[in-house]
């Protein structure tokens, strides 16, 4: 007769199927073996059968109603059908059976901290570090609700934490810079990788949000300029992202490219299906790369992730074709600033007009207009920035 523990070895290294063989074997040999019912419910639940494994995990808890785990496992399962308070309930079931069970504190942190119950959710996550303090995702998870809060003075204290206990964490260290105004020159790729990435399915639905209007307004602007002839232009977005500016790039470009450092969010460009090329790579050296190969270059809201901005002016120079047009937009600093840049405590970088102007100047880029527009909201607050036009002169000139 096998035993649960076969199944354990099979589920640990993958085999599935033999898995569920020996929990089925147990349930026929034995109908109320509450460990059978529990596990082979977590395996249906990661074969995609939720209803399947909620049964299955509510049946176990009938006969085996003192069983931590399973309460814990049965939260995670309701959860994901949006009932929070019965997967609340289920959780502080687990938590009462045994109060330092670290995974139903993590998992309860998490239902809070998606439905903005914030203080609760960093209590929990506290907790799990007062059990465990080697839990990465807790440090990362206090770091930003303390951010998230205006709590700024511990959300820096909390990043510093986070990037001692994981010192190769990339958005740990920008972070940590950020809220220590020790800004280096520009964002660390694997930093912009690892946000994007994380980001990219809900990207769209969140800009939506805000009343994001960037690519709208760069658009707008550059057709002031240049003539939307049909598919007359060799264009690059430059940080394309998801895709946002494409469509409203597709019918005056005969080339279309776009570039970006994040995979993921290639991915949902491609699925937009307007781009005639997509690259991964970093935009500075992709157009240093292709010189003098494109009418216009784009760039919307992508510089907010560089400080200096003098190497990226360059390349895009270098990448236009003579009397091209260079379209940005960048954060812009308070009025009152004397700064050049200013990395914020929300990771992307404002800009002085003055330096922006100076910048594309020595990069040889004449200025067409440089105007405020508003490039989204933010906790419910206008977010102002730097709309730009340049071109690169034609010889002669």
Known sequence: MPRIEDAFEHYKHGRLQEAESVYQQLLTATPDDSDALHYLGVLRMGQG?????????TKALKIAPLNQDAWNSLGNMVATTGKAKAAEFAFKRALELKPDLMQAWYNLGNLYRRTRRREEALDCFQRVLALDPRVVGAYENCASLLHRMRRHEEAAAAFQRWLEIDPQNPVARHMTRAHSHDAPERADDAYVVKVFDGFAGSFDRTLAGLDYAAPTLLSSA?????????????????????????????????????????????????????????????????????????????????????????????????????????????????????????LHFHGRYSHGEAYVRECLERAGLQLLQLEDGVLRKESGKDVHGHVTIARKSLPGQ
């Open 222 to 342: 550059v057709s002031e300029f240049i003539p939307f002839a049909e598919g007359r232009l060799a264009v690059l977005d430059a940080g394309c992202g998801t895709g946002l500016c494409g469509p409203l790039l597709r019918s005056s470009a005969r080339r279309l490219v776009g570039v970006d450092l994040s995979p993921g969010m290639l991915a949902r460009s491609r699925d937009r299906n307007v781009y005639d090329e997509l690259h991964e790579g970093e935009l500075v050296a992709f157009m240093n790369a292709h010189p003098a190969e494109y009418d216009l270059v784009l760039s919307a809201d992508t510089l907010v992730y560089f400080g200096e901005l003098e190497a990226a002016f360059a390349a895009s120079h270098a990448t236009l074709k003579p009397g091209g047009l260079l379209a940005f937009t960048l954060e812009a600093q308070p009025a009152d600033s004397k700064e050049k840049y200013t």
């Open 49 to 57: 059968r939720r209803d399947e494994a909620i049964e299955l995990v």
